[in-house]
């Protein structure tokens, strides 16, 4: 069951919703099923963004309790 993003021809809301098999969508503003559907973008990750960060040496690695707080010690 995907997601489409459409655009109401009537009214011109934008809008996305789940699509059941052949159902055929309406607007939720005003109702109108003359809808033009759009391209939708997908979210990705970068490699920078999934990557963890490396703890430091103890004492440096951030944590809120302060240098000596950290579970490795």
Same mark, same amino acid.
């Given at each position: 069951?995907?997601?489409?993003?459409? /655009? $109401?021809?009537?009214?011109?809301? @934008?809008?996305?919703?789940? *699509?059941?098999?052949? =159902?055929?969508? #309406?607007?939720? /503003? $005003?109702?109108?099923?003359?809808? @033009?559907?759009?391209?939708? *973008?997908?979210?990705? =990750?970068?490699? #920078?963004?999934? /990557?963890?960060?490396?703890?430091?040496?103890?004492?440096?690695?951030?944590?809120?309790?302060?240098?000596?707080?950290?579970?490795?010690?």
């Amino acid at each position: 069951m995907p997601i489409y993003e459409y /655009a $109401c021809r009537s009214c011109g809301k @934008e809008f996305e919703t789940l *699509v059941r098999g052949n =159902a055929a969508p #309406a607007c939720p /503003a $005003c109702g109108a099923s003359d809808l @033009e559907k759009k391209l939708s *973008v997908f979210a990705t =990750a970068s490699a #920078a963004e999934t /990557a963890p960060a490396a703890a430091g040496p103890c004492g440096t690695c951030g944590h809120p309790g302060g240098p000596g707080a950290c579970a490795f010690n």
